[in-house]
């Protein structure tokens, strides 16, 4: 539950507990200490108080009128002193506690706070054996408790300016140290997702300084690393079309003759024997050279499409279209070619028409698809390819094929993206080529 907390949370959040503790701790301070002092502040008074009654007593006996002395020394004492006669008969005596309601400048909650001691000292008065009053002890305490209660508000200020204080300088500095580490965790992520170019701000204390050139090199390394990785698969795809073209050449040229020369032998064996003596054998031969004349040009076509260099990319991915059509009239396909795709060339315009292909012919053989859509289209310096369908999807855990597996490395090899994703009961394959990779293509050698 803490760690889960905003780094700002578990700074603040202690420092509200302990202003908390130190305003509880004050009080019990105060209820600690302050019954023992009120009493010790006002035990001279208390002294004093018997001393007079006894002084006053043995003035009394020595009076020819003691009712008149104690009526001076009633008189003498005035209404503010914490010195009072209380006559027999006058009532219950007064307590300390009666006058501590209302206080003036004192909220009553800190007065009940406080435990008050029993400040109340009473002492008698005797007229010729008789009693006639007491002298009572009853100090004003709300001097005193108006000092503490002040003293309780300075303490709770000062402890509050010092918590405010202390708060502003630790969100300045906490802002100053994830403001850092926002950065270095953002770039983090965009080094995760790819983005090398991007570098992350060095700022901050000492050793987060330290970690952002420490992931600005990583990001330095993995493009290195990357860029090194992209060179190495145009290579291996430069030199995969290379062998696909000799050996495309060679099915041609070798082939491709010897397959004409069976079917002219075979027509002129069959001219040249009396009629009806090989009839049959040379409609089976004939077919089996038709045969195998379509799986020639059938290989020839996937390991080199001829017809990007002879006719454009445009013109060669609208005939894949329509052999696809001939091939599956039961699907409906749809589609949208940019005609701007006849000024790419080689490898990107392989590239286009093998991620075409090969997603065409997992619809045609794996997808159990009712209609199909391809969108293929330039915008700005990227293109994008769009292949849909309506079919089955793919199984889960096996994202990519084979072929897929291939195409994916092709478009790598580019600096582009190939993607599968099911969405809305349809399958799309979707794959973004920077135009300019190709036109940034190094010589070959």
């Known amino acids: 539950m803490w760690r889960r907390l905003p780094f700002r949370t578990q700074l603040f959040l202690p420092l509200g507990l302990s202003f908390l503790a130190a305003l509880a701790m004050g009080g019990v301070l105060l209820q600690t200490f302050a019954t023992s002092q009120l009493a010790d502040e006002n035990e001279p008074g208390?002294?004093?108080?018997?001393?007079?009654?006894?002084?006053?007593?043995?003035?009394?006996?020595?009076?020819?009128?003691p009712r008149k002395t104690l009526d001076a020394f009633v008189r003498s004492l005035g209404t503010s002193s914490d010195i009072q006669f209380h006559p027999v008969g006058a009532g219950p005596s007064p307590s300390v506690r009666d006058g501590l309601r209302n206080v003036h400048g004192v909220p009553q909650?800190?007065?009940?706070?406080?435990?008050?001691?029993?400040?109340?000292?009473?002492?008698?008065v005797i007229i010729d054996g008789r009693h006639v009053g007491d002298i009572v002890f009853m100090p004003d305490l709300s001097a005193d408790l108006f000092e503490k209660w002040i003293g309780l508000v300075a303490l709770a200020g000062f402890i509050a300016a010092l918590t405010?204080?202390?708060?502003?300088?630790?969100?300045?500095?906490?802002?100053?140290?994830?403001?850092?580490?926002?950065?270095?965790?953002a770039g983090?992520?965009?080094?995760?997702?790819?983005?090398?170019?991007?570098?992350?701000?060095?700022?901050?204390?000492?050793?987060?300084?330290?970690?952002?050139?420490?992931?600005?090199?990583?990001?330095?390394t993995l493009a290195r690393l990357s860029q090194d990785n992209?060179?190495?698969?145009?290579?291996?795809?430069?030199?995969?079309?290379?062998?696909?073209?000799?050996?495309?050449?060679?099915?041609?040229?070798?082939?491709?003759?010897?397959?004409?020369?069976?079917?002219?032998?075979?027509?002129?064996?069959s001219e040249a024997s009396p009629a009806g003596n090989l009839g049959n054998s040379v409609l089976e031969v004939m077919r089996s050279v038709e045969a195998l004349q379509q799986t020639n040009r059938r290989?020839?076509?996937?390991?080199?499409?001829?017809?990007?260099?002879?006719?454009?990319?445009?013109?060669?991915?609208?005939?894949?279209?329509?052999?696809?059509?001939?091939?599956?009239?039961?699907?409906?396909?749809?589609?949208?070619?940019?005609?701007?795709?006849?000024?790419?060339?080689?490898p990107l315009a392989q590239t286009v028409y093998r991620?075409?292909?090969?997603?065409?012919?997992?619809?045609?053989?794996?997808?159990?698809?009712?209609?199909?859509?391809?969108?293929?289209?330039?915008?700005?310096?990227?293109?994008?390819?769009?292949?849909?369908?309506?079919?089955?999807?793919?199984?889960?855990?096996?994202?990519?094929?084979?072929?897929?597996?291939?195409?994916?490395?092709?478009?790598?090899?580019?600096?582009?993206?190939?993607?599968?994703?099911?969405a809305d009961e349809r399958t799309y394959v979707r794959c973004r080529l920077p135009v300019q990779a190709a036109r940034d293509e190094p010589p070959r050698s």
């Not at 994008?384 to 195409?407: C, K, Q, W, Y």
């Open 230 to 269: 992209r060179d190495l698969l145009h290579r291996l795809v430069s030199l995969q079309d290379d062998e696909r073209r000799d050996l495309a050449r060679e099915l041609h040229d070798e082939l491709g003759p010897l397959l004409f020369s069976i079917r002219a032998g075979t027509i002129a064996l």
């Open 109 to 124: 909650w800190f007065i009940d706070l406080i435990a008050i001691p029993d400040l109340d000292a009473a002492f008698p």
């Open 299 to 346: 290989i020839l076509d996937r390991l080199r499409p001829l017809y990007i260099e002879e006719l454009g990319l445009e013109t060669s991915i609208q005939t894949l279209l329509q052999n696809f059509r001939r091939q599956a009239p039961h699907i409906g396909l749809t589609a949208t070619v940019d005609p701007d795709l006849n000024r790419i060339d080689r």
């Open 46 to 65: 208390r002294r004093s108080t018997r001393t007079i009654a006894v002084a006053l007593n043995d003035a009394l006996g020595a009076s020819d009128n």
């Open 355 to 422: 991620v075409i292909q090969e997603a065409l012919t997992n619809v045609l053989r794996h997808a159990g698809a009712s209609t199909a859509d391809v969108q293929v289209a330039i915008s700005g310096e990227m293109l994008a390819i769009e292949i849909s369908d309506d079919g089955g999807g793919f199984p889960e855990g096996n994202v990519f094929g084979r072929g897929l597996t291939g195409m994916h490395e092709r478009v790598r090899a580019l600096s582009g993206s190939l993607s599968l994703l099911r």
């Open 188 to 220: 983090l992520t965009r080094i995760r997702r790819g983005d090398y170019a991007t570098p992350i701000p060095v700022k901050g204390p000492p050793e987060i300084r330290q970690s952002c050139e420490e992931a600005n090199a990583l990001a330095t």
């Open 164 to 185: 405010t204080l202390t708060g502003v300088t630790a969100f300045a500095f906490s802002g100053s140290v994830l403001r850092p580490l926002q950065n270095l965790g």
